[in-house]
């Protein structure tokens, strides 16, 4: 007998899928725990909803192999979509529809799960319960297709992108409730192109670049391992001399300098040594500051780090 | 961070998962996407136009223009005298006499239909255009005047019988034929609107995403369209045999049952056009292509006997000619349904063929 919960809720082996002129997803490898909010982060076109949409058995991947909560796609169909969530990218829910039809509908094709009205308190849109989803605001959109994800109470939850779009607050608001889901034992693998988002929400995330899976780890791990803890960032002046970055380089706690349209950004250890080196250091070079900055090294300069490109280049 | 919180085991969660609990009729995932369809059809004010009060307005509008009035006044034109009294005895001619070159213009721009002259030799001349039956009838009447002034007898006598009764009217012929255009309109509409714009919107792979047996899906659009159908066809069949009195002249189930069959029939071919494309665009060109010849073809407005013989087969065999030539039988003619077996046969060919093709073909995303 199939054990129902075993240690790997998803298991992915040398998975690959190529559209006409394309290479979306080019022998990727992963494993998801059970219990666990697993991240795929990713630029788009990374082959992150290539992957995601093979996972819940949407598109036929070219080769390898999908294992899902014990069972495959090809034997056991219909059983695992009574056990999974899914949240698409940019689906348009029927707006004719109120927020409790839609969610009564869909709570119609699970076996078991909250009730309509259940499932609108899980995502706080009770005020909105009657509401035609055509004068939801994005935020509730997106919160209302969360709840259709989860009325059938499922065991893995697929987030496509769940917060692209929305405003900061929306956002927030929509994490809140996440946060919730993953304390009840549920699996997730979300998606997502928001470094922020995935280290708040996600206990590993992998970084997916061109349909390969270029890092993976806790975003702890990643930052860790790939960067200093520290960003700085300066710009100097239109009119200042040549800077002299192999100078920068020298100085102590620095671990690397890049510097991309006039903003110069450096991986630091220890700030508060670092910084006033820099500041003497440009003071020799004659070098004025228009523009200073420090942040903690984020998931972000993790991914800069890899590949030398941004995540996000719009 | 939750890493410190402590997360259930997966498995606990796996045990509680309890045998189906039994689900109330309406929260039956068919029933469900049936009444939401019907929502959601309900809630599209234009579609509700052009299924119901589209019809009516049409039927109205027709029955009014071509509703059956007493035999017309003829107006013709004559330049003497002696031509204008004879012919004033016909009480179905207006006679005018008048300057011949304005007897001239008047004929020219049809003002009259027929411009009657004196020959040589005490004959008569009639001037009409032999194309326009106005004219035609014009001739007719003025040369019985002429002559029966003139000292004609006719040797047998006539009696006439008037007949305007219902059933032969045009009317009668025009509500079968919008029923049959209406039948086919709101079906593939229907179908092909919502699905192209669900597959627009993703909606439909999101479907896919969830349990729902495929098959559902379709079936709730055939029972929500034979709950509209019930609707439809009473409005248009109400309307015309209370306002003018158009006959049902077969049995109402026979009737039913040819209106539902072409409703499927329609629909399968909905479905059809409706498989592939991913933009409004494509699917409404692509039905009105497909509509249009038969909105002209089979016999809607006028009988598709008028089509030349050679494609009378071609003509017979589309689902539109199909339903009309039926539902004329049944209301007009109260033909049975064994009578109705050809018509039947070209219906049901469609629905079987588009459904299958449909269901190959079909995408959902």
């Known amino acids: 007998m199939r054990d129902p919960a075993p240690r790997a809720a998803l298991r992915v082996t040398g998975l690959r899928k190529a559209y006409q002129d394309v290479v979306a997803v080019n022998g990727l490898d992963l494993e998801v725990c059970a219990g666990e909010c697993f991240g795929l982060l990713g630029p788009n076109g990374a082959g992150k909803t290539t992957t995601v949409e093979i996972c819940e058995g949407l598109t036929a991947p070219d080769s390898g192999e999908v294992e899902l909560l014990g069972m495959h796609w090809n034997s056991d169909a219909k059983q695992l979509r009574q056990r999974l969530g899914i949240q698409l990218q940019d689906t348009q829910l029927s707006e004719k529809l109120t927020v409790f039809e839609t969610l009564r509908l869909f709570r119609s094709f699970f076996e078991q799960g909250p009730g309509a009205a259940e499932a609108i308190a899980l995502v706080q849109l009770e005020e909105k319960k009657n509401s035609r989803v055509g004068n939801l605001s994005g935020g509730q959109k997106q919160r209302l297709a969360l709840a259709c994800a989860l009325v059938g109470d499922p065991d893995f939850l697929f987030l496509d992108e769940p917060t692209t779009g929305l405003d900061p607050q929306a956002r927030r608001q929509l994490w809140e409730l996440i946060e919730q889901f993953k304390s009840s034992g549920r699996t997730i693998l979300l998606t997502t192109h928001y470094m922020d988002e995935a280290q708040r929400l996600c206990e590993r995330v992998a970084i997916m670049d061109n349909g390969k899976q270029i890092a993976l780890g806790s975003p702890g791990e990643l930052i860790a391992s790939t960067c200093a803890e520290h960003m700085v960032a300066f710009s100097a002046g239109a009119n200042a001399p040549a800077l002299d970055v192999p100078a920068l380089r020298r100085i102590e706690g620095v671990r690397d300098v890049r510097s991309e349209n006039g903003t110069v950004e450096m991986q630091v250890t220890e700030l508060h040594l670092a910084v006033p080196a820099l500041l003497a250091e440009l003071a020799r070079q004659c070098i004025p500051l228009t523009e200073l900055s420090t942040h903690s090294a984020t998931l972000e300069d993790v991914f800069v780090a890899l590949t030398g490109r941004h995540l996000r280049d719009d | ?365």
């Open chain 2, 1 to 365: 961070m939750s890493e410190t919180a402590a997360i259930p085991d997966a498995r606990a969660r796996a045990a509680e998962r309890k045998a189906p609990r039994g689900k109330s009729f309406a929260d039956h995932a068919l029933v469900q996407l049936t009444i939401v369809r019907f929502r959601e059809t309900l809630r599209e004010p234009e579609a509700l136009f052009w299924i119901f009060a589209f019809p009516i307005l049409l039927a109205a509008g027709l029955g009014i223009a071509f509703r059956n009035r007493p035999a017309e006044v003829l107006k013709i034109a004559t330049v003497t005298p002696a031509l204008t009294q004879s012919l004033e005895r016909e009480k179905l001619l207006a006679v005018e006499q008048l300057v011949p070159h304005a007897a001239e213009e008047a004929l020219r721009t049809g003002k009259v239909a027929l411009l009657v002259l004196a020959g040589s030799n005490g004959s008569v001349v009639y001037r009409y255009d032999d194309t326009n039956p106005e004219g035609r009838t014009a001739r007719m009447l003025a040369d019985r005047a002429v002559q029966q002034t003139a000292g004609r007898v006719d040797p047998v006598s006539t009696n006439e019988v008037l007949m305007r009764e219902p059933g032969s009217r045009y009317i009668d012929f025009l509500i079968p034929g919008l029923l049959g255009m209406n039948l086919m309109g709101s079906a593939i509409w229907g179908m092909g609107f919502t699905v192209v714009d669900a597959r627009r919107k993703k909606l439909l792979k999101r479907l896919i995403a969830t349990p729902m047996p495929k098959p559902y899906f379709l079936l709730s659009y055939v029972f929500s369209r034979i709950l509209m159908l019930v609707a439809e066809v009473g409005i248009v069949l109400g309307f015309g045999a209370w306002i003018f009195h158009v006959p049902v002249r077969g049995s109402l189930l026979d009737l039913a049952l040819v209106c539902l069959l072409g409703s499927l029939a329609f629909s399968a071919l909905g479905l059809l056009l409706a498989s592939r494309a991913k933009t409004i665009e494509a699917a409404s060109g692509l039905m009105n292509a497909v509509m249009l010849p038969m909105w002209i073809a089979s016999g809607v407005f006028f009988s598709a006997q008028r089509f030349p013989d050679v494609v009378q087969p071609l003509i017979k065999a589309l689902p539109l000619t199909a339903a009309i030539d039926a539902l004329r039988a049944n209301m007009l003619q109260g033909a049975s349904l064994v009578q109705l077996a050809p018509q039947m046969a070209v219906l049901g060919a469609w629905l079987l063929v588009c459904f299958v093709l449909a269901l190959r073909l079909f995408r959902w995303r």
